[in-house]
């Protein structure tokens, strides 16, 4: 499996911003893409494991989530081998911890986060005043 580290996340206030950074090891994302899409989801206690927004090509096609539009952008830097989550305007709403993953495809929903495919440890995003 791959092996997915997460970091970023942190305390934010209502309308902040925040980036998040996955990095992969033994494999660049580049790799993965061929066969695999990749993503950062979310769950939130209590909740279920949402998308948040997602590679699902390799020629760089994304999905995302209603939530995420005009706020949140992925993207990669396939020289640091790292997948990115910029955040903006963030609302209390978008406390959660967030997870990078990677699987043969990106369903709007789990039940859990990290049931299938490979997922990082997660990073926790908190907004809050």
């Known amino acids: 499996q791959v092996q997915l580290v997460e970091s970023g996340g942190g305390l934010v206030r209502p309308g902040g911003s925040l980036r998040l950074s996955c990095t992969a090891s033994?494999?660049?994302?580049?790799?993965?893409?061929?066969?695999?899409?990749v993503g950062w989801y979310r769950q939130a206690p209590g909740k279920d494991c949402d998308l948040v927004a997602a590679?699902?090509?390799?020629?760089?096609?994304?999905n995302y989530a209603d939530s995420a539009k005009g706020r949140f952008t992925i993207s990669k830097d396939n020289a640091k081998n790292t997948l990115y989550l910029q955040m903006n305007n963030l609302k209390p709403e978008d406390t959660a911890v967030y997870y990078c993953?990677?699987?043969?495809?990106?369903?709007?929903?789990?039940?859990?986060?990290?049931?299938?495919?490979?997922w990082g440890q997660g990073t926790q995003v908190t907004v809050s005043s």
């Open positions: 993953m990677t699987d043969s495809w990106t369903p709007n929903h789990y039940s859990d986060c990290g049931l299938f495919g490979s």
């Open positions: 033994s494999i660049t994302f580049s790799d993965i893409l061929l066969k695999n899409a």
């Open positions: 590679f699902t090509t390799a020629d760089g096609k994304t």
